[in-house]
């Protein structure tokens, strides 16, 4: 199939204490016509059995990816649920659709397992824009601080970290190092970062970046949406600007605002967040109806249109041509993986504790377990 041009992203790279822009690409497979669709998941069926694999999809990949995963006894979760369902489930191989940093993380916690991804250059502005080198060098000039990294980053980065966190647990573990007296070192998300450092009054360093595409996201646009539909809720992804998250209904993770989404009395939802979990919210929400937030404004360049560009690099057919060959395959430094699972393993202890808090109380509680609410992205 042919491949569309790669497209040229700018994103957040910060150099010295200063937000600075860097450029990379992405490119997206070509859309298949309905019968080679039909083909391909047929040919993906097929090889999930004969490879004894299973597929673990994020919710912004395309829609098709979603279905394949759930209809083929893999899961559609954030990616720390992908990567637990990934080391429990009895399978192999994993096949991760979504975007590098998922792949790390998968492989972190099987190493035994080999993971497969369908295009190994899908990537994150959160993570390219936090190298491991640089931010190593940032931790050692802050020796007195705890160091926090969200999931989006790469396997290096979180072997260097005290803990991992992800958008709905960062919260409480910041307030729980808060409470002992611990001062924070925070990465690489700054919008993330300044919204618990505002709700939990910690002493947090932020690394500036920022993910490219809830950083579009426009306050007052977003305002003047809500006046169109006033009966509207509002939900936020953490990871947007502050204003934005001012006008929220519901702030947090994938999951816990596709749980909002189903379980509010609202009919109407204004959705700021990769415009991929739409498919899963109107699958978990049927009958309601879901509204971008709007990344369109003043001086707006749309360099992601409330999508991921890496997240669409995500498509059947490479799909099926990696399963086919075997190739694309992750390969974590074993040393940096033990050092990663580290931050990765306080944080997962640290949700155990909170069990009874923490589990979920909808539908979703029939795909997803302990781990679910806590996802990243």
């Not at 997206?28 to 999809?57: D, F, G, M, N, Y």
């Not at 803990?163 to 647990?169: E, F, L, Q, R």
């Not at 003043?298 to 409330?306: E, F, I, L, P, R």
Request: aromatic share 6%; charged share 20%.
């Amino acid at each position: 199939m042919n491949i569309l041009p790669i497209k040229t992203i700018e994103y957040e790279h910060p150099q010295a204490g200063l937000s600075c822009t860097a450029q990379a690409w992405a490119r997206t497979p070509a859309a298949p016509s309905a019968a080679e669709k039909t083909a391909l998941k047929e040919r993906i069926k097929r090889l999930l059995k004969e490879r004894e694999a299973v597929l673990v999809a994020h919710y912004y990949v395309d829609g098709d990816l979603q279905d394949l995963a759930e209809e083929t006894g893999g899961c559609v979760s954030d990616s720390l649920e992908m990567a637990r369902f990934g080391r429990d489930h009895p399978a192999k191989t994993l096949v991760v659709a979504g975007v590098r940093f998922m792949g790390e993380t998968a492989k972190i916690l099987s190493p035994e397992k080999r993971i497969l991804m369908p295009d190994l250059d899908a990537t994150c502005s959160l993570d390219l824009g936090c190298p491991a080198d640089e931010f190593s060098a940032f931790c050692d000039a802050h020796p007195d601080r705890t160091v926090v990294v969200y999931a989006n980053t790469s396997a290096a980065v979180k072997a260097r970290a005290d803990w991992m966190v992800t958008s709905s647990i960062g919260l409480d573990i910041v307030a729980h190092l808060h409470a002992q007296g611990k001062k924070i070192l925070w990465a690489p998300d700054k919008h993330l970062g300044s919204y618990i450092q505002k709700q939990t009054g910690a002493d947090m360093l932020l690394w500036q970046g920022s993910c490219l595409v809830h950083d579009e996201f426009k306050g007052v646009e977003l305002d003047l949406l809500k006046a169109e539909h006033p009966e509207a809720r509002v939900l936020v992804h953490p990871e947007s600007p502050a204003n934005v998250v001012a006008l929220a209904d519901v702030v947090g993770s994938t999951t816990q605002l596709i749980n909002a989404a189903q379980t509010m009395d609202a009919t109407t939802f204004i959705v700021a967040t990769d415009n991929g979990i739409l498919h899963k919210m109107r699958a978990a929400a049927p009958g309601k109806h879901f509204i971008e937030a709007p990344t369109a404004g003043n001086s707006a360049t749309c360099k992601s249109c409330a999508h991921c560009p890496w997240m669409a690099m995500n498509g059947l057919q490479n799909l099926a041509d990696v399963l086919e060959s075997g190739s694309n395959e992750i390969h974590v430094d074993p040393q940096v993986g033990k050092e990663a699972v580290r931050a990765i393993d306080r944080m997962l202890d640290f949700a155990a504790a909170k069990k009874a808090k923490a589990l979920p109380t909808s539908a979703l509680a029939n795909e997803a377990t302990l781990f679910s609410g806590v996802g990243p992205a």
